[in-house]
C-alpha cells in the first residue's frame, strides 16, 4: 500500500520536450508518452528558444555564467556546487537575520524570546503553504529550461506571480485581524502575548513582501541563476541588520518600536531585495526575460502550479502546525522552557537552512536534467546534495554537543535559561543527521514536481509517531520537557529511513516537461 501511495507522486501529466510554445509563451500543451526513466538519453537537447515579443528577439540585459551555463552537461558534483553555494549562502544569511532578531529580543528579556519564537511559528505556518506554490512553480520552471522551452518558463513567472499577489492580500487580512486571538488560543501568559502581538503584526506584512522575493528568486534560481538572488538576499539581509538595532530600540532620531521594531526592519529590506530581483526578470540578465504584455490569467497553467504545489504546501503547513502543538505542549512548562525551545529552533536552523539550500539546488539540477531527458544524472545531483549537507550537519552537531552551554549563553544570560537551553541543543544535534538528510531528499523531490510523496511520507510520521510520542514522554515520563526533542529525533529518524528507500525506487525519476 506505502508503495502505491508514493507512487501517486506522479499523479499529473509529464509532457516531453517537444512539445511547443508559441511566441507570446501561451502553450497548448498536448499530451504525450512519458520516455523511459530507466536509463539516461545521450541526445543533445534541442537548441535553446529565445525570448521574443511579437515574434523578434527582446533586448536582454547584461549575462553571468549563472544564466547561460548549461546543467545538463559536465560534471554533475560540480554543476550541483556551481548551482547550490550561492543558495546555502542565502539560506545562512536567513539563518544570521533571524538569530539577530533572537539576539535583540534577548535583550528585552526572556518573555520577549518566547514571543518572538511563537509568532515565527504562526508565520512560518503560513509562509510554508505559500512556499509549497513555489515548489509547482520552480519544477516546471527547471524542466522547462531542461527541455529549452524558456518562452514558457517565463509565462510560469507571470502566473507564478499571479499566485503570490492573491497569497499576500489572505496573508494581510489575517495578520490585521487575527493576531490576537491566534496568540491567546495557545494559552501564553500576558507578558508573552503584550511582545509578540505587535511584532506579529508588522511582520504579517514583511511576510507578504517576504513571499514576492522567494518566489521571483526561485524562479531565478530553477533557471539556472543562483547569484542575483544571492545578491538580492545579502542586500536585503544586511539592511535589517543594521536597521534593527535602530527601530528596536530607539537610537538617535529613530522611534522606539520594541520587538516590532525588527518586523518593521525586515519590511524595509524585503522590499528591497524584490525590486533588484524583479529588475534582474524584466531586463533579461537572467535566463528568463519576463515581460508584462500581453499578460492574462492562465487558469490551465494556474491549476498545474497549483496540483503539482499543494502537496508541497501542505506538506510545510502541517509541519508549521505541528511545531504550534509541540509549543502548546511546551507552554505548559513555563515561560523559560518555551523561551529554550524558541532558542533552539533558531539554532536548529543553523543546519536546516543550509540542507534546504542543497536540496533546492538539487532538484533544480534534477529538474533540468529530467526535463533534458536524463534520468541518471538527476539521480545524482540528489545523491551529492546529501554528500555536502552531511558535512555540515557533522560539523554543526558537533559545536552543539561540545559547547552547549557557550552557544544558549550567546543568546540570554539567565542561568536556569542556560541548563534548559542547553540539554534540549545536545539531544537534538543527535538527530541532526537525520534531519539535514530529509530536508534535502523533501526539497529535491518537491523541485522536481514528485510533491505527493513527502507530503505522504511528512504527515503521516508527524502525526502517528512524532507528536503522540511527544505528549507521552513529556508527560508521562521522567523526562518531562525534554521528552519534546527526543521525539522529534525518532520521527526524522523514521522519516529518513522511507525518504532513502523512495530515492533508490526511483518513481521520482518521470522525465519531460510537467
Not at 517565463?154 to 490585521?176: D, E, F, K, P, W
Not at 524595509?268 to 530581483?277: D, E, L, R, T, W
Not at 531586463?283 to 528568463?288: A, N
Not at 541518471?376 to 552547549?404: C, D, E, H, M, N
Request: glycine share 8%; proline share 4%; charged share 10%.
Amino acid at each position: 500500500m506505502i508503495d502505491g501511495a508514493l507512487g501517486f507522486g506522479y499523479g499529473w501529466r509529464c509532457l516531453t520536450a517537444a512539445e511547443a510554445v508559441s511566441a507570446d509563451g501561451i502553450s497548448r500543451m498536448v499530451e504525450d508518452s512519458t520516455p523511459d526513466s530507466s536509463a539516461d538519453h545521450s541526445a543533445t537537447p534541442p537548441p535553446e528558444q529565445p525570448s521574443t515579443i511579437d515574434g523578434a528577439p527582446r533586448r536582454r540585459g547584461r549575462r553571468s555564467a549563472y544564466a547561460t551555463k548549461d546543467l545538463t552537461k559536465g560534471s554533475v558534483p560540480r554543476n550541483l556546487w556551481f548551482l547550490a553555494w550561492p543558495q546555502v549562502a542565502e539560506s545562512f544569511l536567513s539563518v544570521v537575520d533571524q538569530l539577530a532578531d533572537l539576539i535583540w529580543a534577548g535583550r528585552l528579556g526572556f518573555q520577549a524570546i518566547a514571543g518572538l519564537g511563537v509568532a515565527q511559528s504562526y508565520l512560518m505556518m503560513l509562509m510554508t503553504a505559500r512556499m509549497g506554490l513555489d515548489s509547482g512553480m520552480r519544477s516546471m520552471i527547471s524542466r522547462a529550461v531542461g527541455a529549452r522551452q524558456i518562452a514558457y518558463a517565463n509565462h510560469v513567472v507571470l502566473q507564478a506571480l499571479t499566485l503570490t499577489t492573491a497569497y499576500s492580500v489572505v496573508l494581510v487580512t489575517i495578520g490585521l485581524v487575527l493576531t490576537v486571538p491566534l496568540l491567546r488560543v495557545l494559552g501564553l501568559s500576558d507578558g508573552v502575548v503584550s511582545q509578540a502581538a505587535p511584532y506579529m503584526r508588522v511582520q504579517f506584512f514583511a511576510m507578504a513582501m517576504m513571499g514576492y522575493q522567494r518566489m521571483t528568486a526561485g524562479a531565478l534560481q530553477a533557471s539556472g541563476d543562483s547569484m542575483t538572488p544571492l545578491k538580492a538576499a545579502t542586500v536585503s539581509r544586511v539592511g535589517h541588520l543594521v536597521l534593527s538595532p535602530f527601530l528596536i530600540f530607539g537610537w538617535w532620531w529613530f522611534p522606539e518600536f520594541g520587538l516590532a521594531g525588527a518586523a518593521l526592519a525586515n519590511l524595509i529590506s524585503q522590499s528591497v531585495g524584490v525590486g533588484m530581483n524583479m529588475r534582474a526578470l524584466l531586463v533579461g540578465s537572467s535566463r528568463l526575460h519576463m515581460t508584462f504584455k500581453g499578460y492574462y490569467i492562465d487558469y490551465p497553467l494556474l491549476w498545474r502550479v497549483l496540483k503539482i504545489g499543494l502537496p508541497a504546501s501542505v506538506t510545510g503547513a502541517q509541519r508549521a502546525v505541528s511545531q504550534l502543538i509541540v509549543v502548546a505542549i511546551v507552554a505548559s512548562f513555563g515561560d523559560i522552557a518555551l523561551a529554550a525551545f524558541a532558542m533552539t529552533r533558531r539554532a536548529e536552523n543553523t543546519v536546516l537552512h543550509a540542507s534546504r539550500g542543497m536540496g533546492r539546488a538539487a532538484g533544480a539540477l534534477a529538474g533540468q536534467n529530467l526535463g533534458a531527458n536524463l534520468p541518471g544524472r538527476a539521480k545524482a545531483s540528489v545523491f551529492w546534495a546529501i554528500v555536502y549537507a552531511s558535512v555540515a550537519s557533522v560539523t554543526i552537531s558537533a559545536v552543539f554537543l561540545i559547547f552547549p552551554n557557550q552557544v544558549a549563553s550567546f543568546f540570554n544570560s539567565d542561568p536556569e535559561f542556560i541548563a534548559q537551553a542547553a540539554l534540549w541543543l545536545q539531544v537534538l544535534a543527535i538527530g541532526y543527521f537525520s534531519m539535514n538528510t530529509v530536508q534535502v531528499f523533501t526539497q529535491s523531490f518537491n523541485t522536481t514536481g514528485a510533491t505527493v510523496a513527502p507530503m505522504i511520507v511528512t504527515v503521516s510520521t508527524m502525526w502517528l509517531l512524532e507528536l503522540p510520542l511527544a505528549y507521552v514522554l513529556s508527560r508521562h515520563t521522567s523526562l518531562e520537557e525534554l521528552g519534546i526533542p527526543w521525539a522529534i529525533v525518532f520521527g526524522m529518524t523514521l522519516r529518513l529511513m522511507i525518504f532513502t528507500w523512495y530515492y533508490m525506487r526511483g518513481s521520482w525519476l518521470r522525465t519531460g516537461m510537467l
